[in-house]
């Protein structure tokens, strides 16, 4: 028995659930979504602390909390949108060549990440980390 089984059709829950258990898309009563932190607030505010100021990438469903988290942002962090995933890190990679600070890309998960593959290998295994300086 689910805490929902007694809900009667059409009605949804105080608590942001529609009936069978599925989000309705509404804030629960008394919670409000800019005073909790998520995972992309944490990403961004490490990202701020090591000095990135741009992110280069194209918006997607899997990292719209990301370019959300980007523009609340306390720190002023630009997010430059790219044509394709590769263009993304090229960008990045050039951007970290000629001096501008950390080349930072983002991209979603699958064939977003493979079409990167190129300017990662380019860049060469030396030079190319996801792991922070330090």
């Known amino acids: 028995m689910t805490p929902y089984s007694g809900i009667e059709p059409g009605h949804i ?13 509404r804030v629960p009563a008394g919670d409000d979504p800019q005073a909790r932190p998520t995972g992309a607030d944490a990403l961004v505010g490490q990202l ?14 899997q990292i719209y909390g990301i370019v959300d988290a ?17 263009s993304a890190a090229y960008m990045a990679d050039g951007f970290a060549r000629v001096g501008g600070g950390i080349g930072v890309f983002t991209v979603v998960p699958g ?9 990662l290998a380019t860049r060469g295994p030396r030079r190319a980390s996801s792991a922070p300086r330090g």
């Not at 829950?13 to 898309?25: A, L, M, Y």
């Not at 980007?70 to 590769?86: D, I, K, N, W």
């Open 13 to 25: 829950d105080p608590g942001g659930i529609e009936p069978g258990g599925v989000p309705s898309g």
């Open 48 to 61: 701020a602390r090591e000095g990135v100021d741009t992110v280069f990438g194209i918006p997607g469903l």
């Open 70 to 86: 980007l523009g609340r942002s306390a720190s002023p962090m630009r997010f430059v949108v790219t044509r394709h995933e590769q």
């Open 111 to 119: 064939p977003g990440v493979l079409n990167t593959f190129a300017a």
